[in-house]
């Protein structure tokens, strides 16, 4: 009996489950609606080491500005492409599940902006319960008054994905940004990338102070931030040894231009841009999932 009982429990659960959210609907006259939340109903999804999924349902705005920006029904993705290109990629995606077990959260995406002077924010959200059932939310709604949102049809899914191994790159560090796979020290390490966040490649730098949406004329220049970094032993620098060993360190740039301190419009963001460059070994165009360790490992053994 005991196995009987197993066996139709793992019969019920399925390799994937459909969250219908059509009827939904937010009000346009609240500027601050309830979040919203609509079960799989009774169909559940088995627990996986991962899970694709979507949430692109058909939307319609209601209330004057509603009819205004969405007038007609719509898949949510192409409305988010229209206010930010290159954003219908949110709806769609996978996520690796380590443990395989439930609950899980499957997807959680801020989406929102500022458009023509109407402030709109919303938090999307994808859930596996620990009863296998498959949850879509909206949360964290604020909008303008007379903004309203009407779901016609569709909603989200959720299907077991075995994923593949991890992608593991690594850095030395050692006098430059290139990656082990890059320098050839280990050519079978993942592919990702690492550059200057004012790095010509990039394209043109937004201002400083005062002028963060604008290019500056003449344009701030590129390529500041490596002639002003530099590697080199911490005693080098006069600065504490790390591990009490002298090793080689990474001394980063001031934001502001020294060759010309004085001109604010030349100061930029500082930092580094990590390319994942996965695409291959992941079924999506972004990262949803990434870790970065730092290991200090000392030049001689030492207790």
């Known amino acids: 009996m005991i196995v009987s009982a197993a066996a139709a429990c793992s019969a019920f ?9 059509a009827g939904v609907s937010i009000a346009s006259s ?42 007609t029904a719509t898949p949510l993705g192409d409305v988010l492409n229209s206010f930010v290109p290159g954003q219908y ?20 995406n801020l989406v929102g902006g500022t458009f023509s002077g109407l ?13 296998g059932v498959g949850q879509a939310s909206v949360r964290n709604i604020t909008k303008p008054s007379s903004l309203g949102l009407n779901i016609t049809a569709g909603g989200g899914t959720i299907s077991m994905w075995t994923p593949p191994p991890p992608v593991y790159s690594e850095w030395h560090f ?15 390490s993942g592919p990702s990338k690492m550059r200057y966040l004012d790095d010509a490649r990039f394209g043109p730098i937004l201002g400083g102070p005062g002028q963060e949406t604008m290019y500056p004329n003449p344009p701030t220049p590129s390529g500041v931030t490596a002639m002003q970094s530099s590697f080199g032993l911490a005693s080098s620098f006069g600065i504490a040894l790390p591990g009490g060993e002298d090793d080689v360190v990474y001394k980063t740039s001031p ?16 930092g580094l841009i990590l390319w994942p460059n996965t695409r291959d070994f992941w079924p999506d165009d972004k990262i949803a999932q990434w870790t970065i360790c730092l290991l200090y490992t000392s030049p001689s053994p030492r207790d």
Not at 40 to 63: E, H, K, M
Not at 90 to 96: D, H, I, L, N, W
Not at 175 to 181: A, E, F, R, T
């Open 174 to 188: 050692d006098g430059d940004l290139l990656s082990v796979k890059e320098s050839g020290v280990a050519p079978t």
């Open 255 to 270: 934001p502001r231009n020294l060759a010309d301190t004085g001109n604010r419009a030349k100061s930029r963001g500082v």
């Open 30 to 71: 609240p500027t601050n609606p309830p979040d919203v939340v609509r079960n799989s109903g009774t169909g559940t999804v088995s627990a996986a080491p991962g899970y694709l999924y979507t949430f692109n349902p058909t939307i319609r705005g209601t209330g004057f500005l509603g009819a205004l920006l969405i007038p």
């Open 13 to 21: 659960a399925q390799p994937s489950v459909t969250i219908d959210l």
């Open 89 to 108: 990629r949110v709806v769609t995606g996978a996520m690796r599940n380590p443990p395989g077990t439930r609950p899980c959260r499957v997807f959680s």
């Open 119 to 131: 402030t709109i924010n919303l938090t999307l959200e994808l859930d596996v319960l620990a009863s």
